[in-house]
């Protein structure tokens, strides 16, 4: 009998050290498991967190570029307003000049004045493109004043003659115009330099 009590003990020992080897083994594969899992979650984790890195790195990057294609466009502007009012007073003081004859007319209409009003046009759209909404609001400003002087040197420039023309009137009314059409400029630029720039 000792011998089946060996036996007994014996066996009872296998299944003790089987159990102890498939919970070390289960443990094992937990662990391991675990560290993968973690791991997993680890890389994820950082690749979120680079992702939003290079999503804030593009958002500022794209403001940039949006603030420097506003101020392009906003330099221009000031250009091509400047622009417009010298030419729009030298088309009027000759339109305006009973010795000036037709010819000069046209040539500094043609040469100058005109090419000037398309830049000026060609400014205004791309900035109301790619300025803000308060932005546009004062560009409607400056558009009102720009078309108010324009209209005063292309209806002078048109005439057939001066005669019935009050040069002086016409003169100051447009000064009028031009010194709003600046103040509303100047407004414009305020205001865009300290939303913007």
Same mark, same amino acid.
């Given at each position: 009998m000792?011998?089946?009590?060996d ?10 050290? &089987? ?12 662990i391991g498991a675990l *560290?993968?899992?973690?791991?997993s ?11 939003? +890195?290079?999503?804030? *790195?593009?958002?500022? $990057?794209? /403001? !940039? ?5 506003r101020? @392009? ?6 250009? #091509?307003?400047?622009k417009?009012?010298? &030419? *729009?007073?030298?088309?009027l003081i ?7 004859t037709? $010819? +000069? ?5 043609? $040469? ?6 398309? +830049? ?6 791309t900035v ?11 560009? /409607?400003e400056? @558009? ?5 002087a324009?209209k005063?040197?292309?209806d002078t420039?048109?005439?057939? #003659?001066? $005669?019935?023309? +009050?040069?002086q009137?016409?003169h &100051?009314?447009?000064?009028?115009a ?16 300290? !939303? #913007?720039?």
């Amino acid at each position: 009998m000792p011998e089946n009590s060996d036996t007994a003990n014996g066996g009872a020992r296998e299944r003790r050290t &089987q159990r102890a080897t498939i919970l070390a083994a289960l443990g094992g594969a937990l662990i391991g498991a675990l *560290a993968g899992f973690g791991g997993s979650v680890l890389v994820y984790t950082e690749a979120k967190h680079a992702r939003q +890195d290079e999503a804030a *790195a593009r958002r500022v $990057e794209d /403001d !940039e570029r949006r603030a420097d294609i506003r101020r @392009g466009a906003y330099v221009d502007l000031s250009a #091509s307003t400047n622009k417009f009012v010298t &030419q *729009a007073s030298e088309l009027l003081i000759i339109s305006l000049d009973p010795t000036k004859t037709d $010819e +000069d007319r046209i040539r500094l209409f043609d $040469e100058e004045y005109g090419p000037a009003n398309m +830049d000026l046009a060609r400014a205004t759209t791309t900035v109301r493109l790619v300025t803000t909404e308060a932005g546009k609001r004062d560009l /409607d400003e400056i @558009g009102t004043h720009y078309l108010h002087a324009g209209k005063l040197v292309n209806d002078t420039y048109a005439a057939a #003659s001066l $005669e019935g023309i +009050d040069a002086q009137k016409i003169h &100051q009314e447009f000064l009028g115009a031009v010194r709003q059409q600046l103040a509303a400029l100047q407004k414009f630029m305020d205001r865009a330099a300290s !939303e #913007s720039l």
